[in-house]
């Protein structure tokens, strides 16, 4: 949406004018999957696909908010924020809020007009974009200093314990905290991070959308930590770890007797893949894209052996692009069950790529894939109007 048409919607919806527009970002992980709550280390980028919130201060006691494509206004009133959990649009929002306020901020009204541009559903973090652009807006207009890293952390906060959604850090953090052309290299036990030049030289990253219908992510996903959890508890019985990223592939080659089923697979594939992330980070900074490229690939199947989080829509996404001779590498990212992945693919290629791949994809599927122009931008940006 062009900036004046959202200026004209944000009038239509509340009157006046807005005065401000806040942003943040979705994101890719170029790898480090389902690691960030198992204190692994992540290797996320903010996209040019982002949450835009158009603002404007009102000094009510309501917080307004409005939506590119959805018809209304909801209200979100200040003195009872904790009452929104059931809401289909605007719990995020008032999540976050309620978190705020929870911490001493004194929130003031506004009118808030969003322009998502992060496909819902898509693994790209539609949801921390919305997090984080709001509580920006809402720090902005409270007046109160803050901290970006304190945002990402408040945002998974409202997507824990107010949307139910046990996520970790990455998401939130890349909303928050990406850097233009870098990926980060975030450590989710720490929270330390360097940002590392995302340079591919003739090649680029292509996301493409498998466009599954949304089905039970989130429980899903909630079982998921569940298992590492139980291995982590088992692993403990005999290895003083606080985390399973701790463990070295050796470490686990030791101790994986004691676990069994499932339980043995996704330990396995989290400590292999924190391995990778290490691995890919090095091959980047050496500019071996093929080595990376292999590594992409293999934390696709261990994502879909181990972890068991792709689906024959991923897979065969995934395994499409990999028969390309100018891709050297794909694999899914984010959460998994549907969404995206992204390939490595040499840039003159690309329109080739795009036109073969969502033409058998289709032809497979049945339905179509998308495919995004992407760029690497930073995470939370403000600007006055
Ligand atoms: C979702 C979560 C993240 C992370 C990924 C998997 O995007 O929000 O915290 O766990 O899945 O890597």
Redo the contacts with the bound molecule.
């Keep these: 949406m062009e900036r004046a048409e959202a200026l004209q919607a944000f009038e239509s919806a509340f009157g006046g004018q807005a005065e401000d527009l806040f942003t943040a970002a979705g994101r890719i992980?170029v790898i480090g999957?389902?690691?960030?709550?198992c204190g692994g280390k992540?290797f996320p980028a903010a996209l040019n696909l982002r949450c835009n919130i158009y603002g404007k201060k009102t000094g009510a006691n309501v917080i307004r908010l409005a939506f590119r494509g959805i018809d209304g206004v909801v209200e979100l009133d200040m003195s009872k924020l904790g009452e929104y959990r059931g809401l289909k649009i605007g719990n995020y929002q008032a999540g976050v809020a309620y978190f705020m306020q929870e911490k001493g901020v004194r929130l003031v009204g506004c009118d808030l007009y969003y322009d998502c541009t992060v496909p819902f559903g898509s693994?790209l973090?539609s949801s921390?974009a919305i997090e984080v652009a709001t509580a920006v807006a809402l720090y902005e207009y409270a007046g109160v200093a803050y901290d970006k890293v304190e945002v990402a952390l408040l945002s998974q906060k409202a997507e824990n314990k107010y949307a139910g959604?046990n996520?970790?850090?990455?998401?939130q953090f890349a909303s928050a905290m990406g850097k233009k052309d870098h990926a980060v290299l975030l450590d989710c036990s720490t929270l330390e991070y360097e940002y590392v030049p995302l340079k591919l030289g003739d090649y680029c990253l292509v996301v493409a959308n498998c466009n599954k219908p949304h089905n039970l992510v989130e429980s899903k996903?909630n079982v998921r930590r569940q298992e590492v959890e139980t291995a982590l508890k088992t692993i403990q019985t005999v290895k003083n770890v606080s985390c399973l990223a701790e463990l070295t592939p050796k470490d686990f080659a030791e101790v994986k007797y004691l676990l069994s089923g499932v339980v043995a697979k996704r330990a396995e594939h989290v400590v292999m893949e924190c391995d990778r992330v290490n691995r890919a980070v090095q091959a980047l900074k050496d500019g071996d894209l093929v080595e990376l490229g292999k590594l992409l690939n293999e934390s696709h199947y261990s994502l879909r052996d181990l972890y068991e989080v792709t689906g024959k829509e991923l897979d065969t996404l995934s395994a499409l692009a990999r028969k390309e001779a100018e891709c050297l590498g794909s694999r899914m990212i984010?959460?998994g069950f549907g969404g995206c992945t992204i390939s490595i693919v040499k840039k003159t290629a690309v329109e080739g790529f795009i036109r073969r791949v969502g033409k058998a994809y289709v032809e497979t599927i049945g339905y179509k894939a998308s495919f995004y122009e992407t760029s690497i931008e930073d995470g939370i940006t403000v600007e006055k109007l």
């Excluded at 999957?33 to 709550?37: L, M, W």
């Excluded at 996520?167 to 998401?171: A, H, S, T």
């Design positions: 992980n999957e389902h690691v960030d709550y992540v693994g973090s921390a959604v996520c970790g850090i990455m998401d996903y984010g959460a």
